[in-house]
């Protein structure tokens, strides 16, 4: 059911790099996150947490919500999805084609973004009914093994040899299981994460921000600090221009944390030396986005501007 064997050659697309981007929005479900709502929602029938006919709640910015959605429904589940003003209406939609139903919570944690809103939100339910199963992506370590097992092993069977690999952190599952895999198999594998400005992740100040997929308002259980080589953090506005020229350049349209990735690839370019074999991992693609990422009118309600059709790059 999963894809795990997809990758894109982007040699040149970034000057000088030997790029390969990992496709993970052919997926059923269309995202990354497939692995992940199998990965906690085995990990939950495992342990008898769930039982036929059950009900799971989860906290999610879109995709997670639309795998659970898809996987509950092929496996007799209901599901209740807590999401904010920030996930797509596309997202919303598909997760009710799915049979999901959709809590939006709009109020701003202390650190101006939803997570912790979402989390109160859902331990409040639980009080009430205590038959709702929580896997609670942030804290469970079945997120971070799905991807050790899956994403992290099919790069490593691909490309032997990964001198380097950036991975985008939003709940640090798929970041923590290729730390996990890649140390123990490839160690020589430098390992960049790529968070976006105004997350708290990795310790810098919150801010706002506009885009779902990475960052975070509150740093997640299952991430371990200190394990990575290199921390890089994008501004949205440049995962903005970065998916425009994608799309402009190559026809190919990814969604904004595939964006941030490559943007963190063009930051670091000076750094990787000639022939290096870089891997980076593109979450999702790009249609859920057409009315943000790919809209002239959001993108300047959002940012003050808009890039330019040909080059991408927010005019002088
Ligand atoms: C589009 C997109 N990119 C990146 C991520 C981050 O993946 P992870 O939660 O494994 O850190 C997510 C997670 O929801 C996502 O939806």
Not at 77 to 103: E, H
Not at 142 to 154: C, F, G, I, K
Not at 193 to 213: E, H, K, L, Q
Request: a neutral charge; glycine letters at 12%; one cysteine or more.
């Amino acid at each position: 059911m999963v894809l795990d064997d997809l990758f894109l050659d982007l040699h040149g697309f970034i000057e000088g790099v030997d790029l390969a981007l990992k496709i993970e929005g052919l997926n059923p479900a269309g995202s990354i996150k497939l692995k992940a709502a199998v990965g906690l929602l085995d990990d939950a029938e495992r342990r008898g947490l769930l039982k036929p006919g059950g009900r799971v709640i989860e906290s999610s910015s879109g995709n997670l919500g639309i795998a659970l959605s898809s996987v509950c429904a092929a496996r007799g589940y209901r599901f209740t999805c807590v999401a904010d003003p920030n996930t797509a209406s596309a997202s919303v939609a598909l997760i009710k084609a799915f049979g999901g139903q959709v809590v939006i919570v709009d109020q701003r944690d202390a650190n101006g973004g939803f997570l912790q809103s979402r989390v109160d939100y859902i331990q409040a339910r639980l009080r009430d009914e205590p038959d709702l199963l929580w896997p609670n992506q942030y804290a469970n370590q079945a997120n971070p093994r799905v991807h050790y097992e899956h994403t992290a092993a099919s790069i490593y069977k691909q490309y032997l040899n990964v001198d380097q690999l950036f991975v985008g952190a939003g709940t640090t599952g798929t970041l923590m299981g290729c730390v996990e895999y890649f140390r123990r198999h490839s160690p020589g594998t430098r390992i960049v994460a790529v968070d976006t400005v105004g997350s708290v992740t990795f310790g810098f100040p919150p801010g706002r921000r506009y885009i779902p997929g990475l960052g975070t308002s509150r740093r997640p259980e299952i991430f371990r600090p200190g394990v990575v080589d290199e921390v890089v953090m994008v501004p949205e506005a440049q995962a903005v221009q970065m998916c425009r020229r994608l799309a402009g350049e190559r026809g190919i349209l990814m969604g904004g944390s595939t964006g941030s990735v490559l943007a963190a690839v063009e930051q670091r370019k000076a750094e990787i030396p000639a022939h290096a074999t870089v891997v980076a991992i593109g979450p999702d693609s790009g249609e859920r986005y057409l009315n943000t990422l790919y809209d002239d009118d959001w993108v300047r309600g959002h940012f003050g501007f808009v890039p330019d059709p040909l080059t991408a790059q927010q005019p002088a």
